[in-house]
């Protein structure tokens, strides 16, 4: 919690700082605080992710540069990263899936003096193992399909390809949703 807290405080991305990487976990918009002005909802989203720490349902990578943390990529079940299930765009794979769980990848923030040098790429091959650690099952992720596309913070199609994701379904405009098993 203290590293994830330096990273934050940094203000890696837009948006983030505020956040907390709480909007995914939160199945509503009127519970994430998000008519909030912005040192309101920083305050609310800081207090809310401890709590999920405490709570065990915060799970994360951090990446380091020296001791320094500079990218984080939030992983965890879809029971605790429910938003997209009311997003009209998403087609629920779940109801594929079978028995098997379903995990996603929501959030990726890496601070700017440290993008395009694979610190997203090491942060999703670690969350991989931690979910395969974790029991594994299908794992999702909603890549951007282009630079410059709205939503990078869910990452980007090259970075799964390489891990193996396989697009299953369109996911609005510039988004896909992709999948493998772990
Ligand atoms: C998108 C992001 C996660 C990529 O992180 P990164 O560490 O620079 O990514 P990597 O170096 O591991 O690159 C992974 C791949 O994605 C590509 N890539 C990197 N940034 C990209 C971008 N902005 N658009 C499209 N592709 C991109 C890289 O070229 C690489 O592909 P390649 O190996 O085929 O060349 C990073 O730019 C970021 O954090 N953006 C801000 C996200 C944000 O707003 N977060 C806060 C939300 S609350």
Redesign the pocket.
Known sequence: MPDFERLFEKH?????FS?R?TYHHRARPSANGESLSGAKRAARNRQRRRELVENGSSHGILVYSKDEPV?WCQYGLREELPRFDNYPSYRQPARESGAKRLWRIT????DRK?????????ALKAALQAIRDGGGGIVEAYP?I???AYR??L??V??FQ?EGFKVVAPFGKSNVAMRRSV
């Not at 959030?107 to 890496?110: A, L, N, P």
């Open positions: 890696p991305a837009p948006g983030a956040c990487c990218g959030c990726f923030t890496v440290h993008r395009q040098q694979g610190v997203a790429s090491s951007i282009r630079r410059g990078e913070y990452g980007t090259s970075m390489k």
